[in-house]
């Protein structure tokens, strides 16, 4: 599976977007960009993922380069309650199911 | 409610015990992993499951030993082999090959002394 590069760290004011980068560089053209959250204390929660074409849910939208080697998760309205580590993976479909969790990116959501 | 059981929330044993964690799902899902956590750390597979009566090791699978009897079912042993057994153990499982989104429990947070 492809690495990923995320930032060690970010912060947010309460209400505003937070975009969080992900580098993808030598992602392959099976895989697909994971993205989990993890609060404090707690088992991961899984948020979005996508192949090629930008993704949106409830809980947020995912936007990937044309290129496919960078995306962008958006949190269209942080609230304090999105503070969390944020974990963007690379996973080909492949016989196993393997999630190589890296050490994310710590969002801090401030009112 | 459907969703992963994992119990107990905290677990304390003495160095050189065996200790078994719990974890119980009603997803209906076929498979099922271990994952460990040391603080400030990403998580680490340590054994998975993708059919009941068949596991695999992950990364690091020293030290630990897990059953699959049945489908709902996923126990890890951490056993007296494991160098450094204190950590955060989560579990989690997911639908099938198909869907790659895996569902984790609350995790359990086991301290040998």
């Known amino acids: 599976d492809a690495k990923t590069t995320q930032p060690t760290s970010m912060d947010c004011a309460e209400g505003r977007a937070a975009n969080l980068p992900c580098n993808h560089s030598?992602?392959?053209?099976?895989?697909?960009v994971y993205w989990y959250r993890q609060i404090h204390s707690q088992g991961p929660q899984y948020i979005i993922h996508g192949l090629k074409n930008n993704e949106t849910n409830e809980m947020a939208s995912l936007i990937i380069t044309e290129d496919r080697k960078s995306s962008t998760l958006i949190l269209p309205h942080a609230t304090l309650r999105d503070t969390a580590v944020y974990y963007c993976?690379?996973?080909?479909?492949?016989?196993?199911?393997?999630?190589?969790f890296g050490a994310g990116t710590t969002v801090t959501v401030r009112a | 409610d459907g969703g992963i059981t994992q119990s107990p929330k905290y677990l304390f044993r003495k160095e050189g015990q065996n200790v078994t964690l719990s974890c119980e799902q009603n997803?209906?899902?076929?498979?099922m992993y271990w994952y460990r956590q040391d603080p400030g750390q990403g998580l680490r597979l340590i054994y998975y499951?993708?059919?009941?009566?068949?596991?695999q090791k992950g990364d690091i699978a020293e030290g630990y030993s897990v059953s699959r009897e049945k489908k709902e079912s996923f126990p890890l042993t951490v056993t007296s082999a494991q160098k450094n057994p204190t950590a955060f153990y989560l579990c989690?499982?997911?639908?099938?090959?198909?869907?790659?989104?895996?569902?984790f429990g609350p995790g359990t947070r086991l301290t040998v002394t």
């Open positions: 993976i690379v996973r080909a479909n492949s016989n196993d199911y393997k999630l190589s």
């Open positions: 499951s993708q059919i009941v009566n068949d596991f």
């Open positions: 989690a499982s997911s639908k099938d090959r198909a869907h790659y989104e895996q569902y």
């Open positions: 997803l209906n899902h076929d498979a």
């Open positions: 030598t992602i392959s053209g099976n895989e697909y």
